[in-house]
C-alpha cells in the first residue's frame, strides 16, 4: 500500500503540476529531443528513400509521427501554460482549416496544384494524414515567434508584423516541400520549376499562412507569448530540430537553394540567441 500510494503522489494533479513535470522533462532531455531525434530522422528517412532500410521499418508511419511529436513538444509545453480558451478555440479552429484545405488540396488540386502522399504518414482520414494539425500548426508557431523577437519594438506595428510572419512561414516551406519531395512523402505528377514542386504550391501556402497567422494573432497574447519566449530557453528548440532535419535531407540530395535558407534561419536563430550550441552535445 505505501508504495502504490507513493506513484499515485507523484501522479500530477492539475494542469498547473501538468505543466511543471512536462517543462522538467522538456529541459532534461533538451539534446535528445532537439539534436539526436532530427539527426536519428534523417538517418532512417534516407535509409528508407535510398532502399537500405527494410520493411516494415522503412518509412514507417507511426514512426514518423512520433518523431515529429517529439520533436514538437518543446513548444507544445512551452505554449501550454499560454493556451487559455481564446487561444485553445483559435488552434481548434486552424486544426479544422488545415483538414479541410488539405482535403480540398488532395481531391481537387487546390490550392496547392495537383498532389498526392507517396508515402504512409500515419493512420490516415478521408485520404489525409490524421497528424496533419502537428506537422503544420507548430510551423506556423514558430516562425511567429522568430519574427516577434528579431523585430522587437517593430513587432507593435500589425501590417509588419504579420507580413514577416507569412514570408517567413513561405521560407520555411521553400526548406520543407523540396526536402519532403526529394524523400516522396509527397508527389506533384506534373512536376514543378523549384526542385519539382511547382509555383500553385507556394501560393496556396501564402493562402494558409495568412489565415493561420491570422488565427494566431488573434488567439495568442502576443506579449504573453514573447516574454516567454524571453524566458523558457527551449521554446524555439523545435525551429533547432527542423533547421537540422530538413536542412540536412536537402543537403544530402543536393538541394543546395533550401539548404541556404536552412543556413540563414540557423542564423536567424543566433541573432535572436535561440540557437543554444550547448544543444550541440550531451
Not at 535510398?50 to 514538437?72: C, D, Q, S, Y
Not at 487561444?87 to 495537383?114: C, D, K, N, Q, R
Not at 514570408?167 to 516522396?184: R, S
Amino acid at each position: 500500500m505505501g508504495e502504490r500510494s507513493q506513484l499515485l503522489d507523484q501522479i500530477p494533479r492539475s494542469r498547473l503540476d501538468w505543466e511543471a513535470r512536462l517543462d522538467r522533462l522538456v529541459r532534461e532531455n533538451r539534446f535528445t529531443i532537439s539534436v539526436f531525434f532530427p539527426l536519428n530522422g534523417i538517418v532512417l528517412l534516407l535509409a528508407s528513400a535510398e532502399g537500405w532500410l527494410p520493411e516494415p521499418l522503412a518509412f514507417n508511419g507511426l514512426l514518423i509521427l512520433f518523431g515529429t511529436i517529439v520533436m514538437r513538444s518543446p513548444l507544445l509545453t512551452a505554449a501550454l501554460p499560454l493556451t487559455d480558451r481564446r487561444a485553445a478555440a483559435s488552434v481548434v479552429a486552424l486544426t479544422a482549416y488545415a483538414y479541410a484545405i488539405e482535403y480540398a488540396g488532395v481531391h481537387t488540386g487546390f490550392p496547392y496544384g495537383e498532389f498526392f502522399y507517396g508515402v504512409d504518414l500515419g493512420p490516415i482520414i478521408a485520404g489525409i494524414p490524421l497528424g496533419l494539425p502537428v506537422f503544420f500548426v507548430p510551423l506556423v508557431m514558430n516562425a511567429y515567434l522568430l519574427c516577434i523577437l528579431l523585430l522587437g519594438s517593430r513587432a507593435e506595428h500589425t501590417p509588419t508584423r504579420l507580413l514577416t510572419v507569412i514570408i517567413t512561414v513561405l521560407l520555411m516551406d521553400i526548406i520543407l516541400d523540396p526536402g519532403a519531395v526529394a524523400l516522396g512523402f509527397w508527389v506533384y505528377p506534373d512536376g514543378g520549376i523549384f526542385y519539382d514542386v511547382p509555383v500553385s504550391n507556394y501560393v496556396g501556402w501564402v493562402l494558409s499562412a495568412t489565415i493561420a497567422v491570422l488565427a494566431l494573432d488573434f488567439g495568442y497574447d502576443r506579449h504573453a507569448l514573447l516574454q516567454r519566449v524571453n524566458e523558457c530557453a527551449f521554446m524555439l528548440d523545435d525551429l533547432v530540430s527542423f533547421i537540422i532535419l530538413w536542412g540536412g535531407i536537402n543537403a544530402w540530395f543536393g538541394n543546395y537553394i533550401p539548404t541556404v535558407f536552412a543556413i540563414i534561419f540557423a542564423i536567424g536563430l543566433l541573432r535572436a540567441e535561440r540557437f543554444d550550441t550547448d544543444l550541440l552535445s550531451p
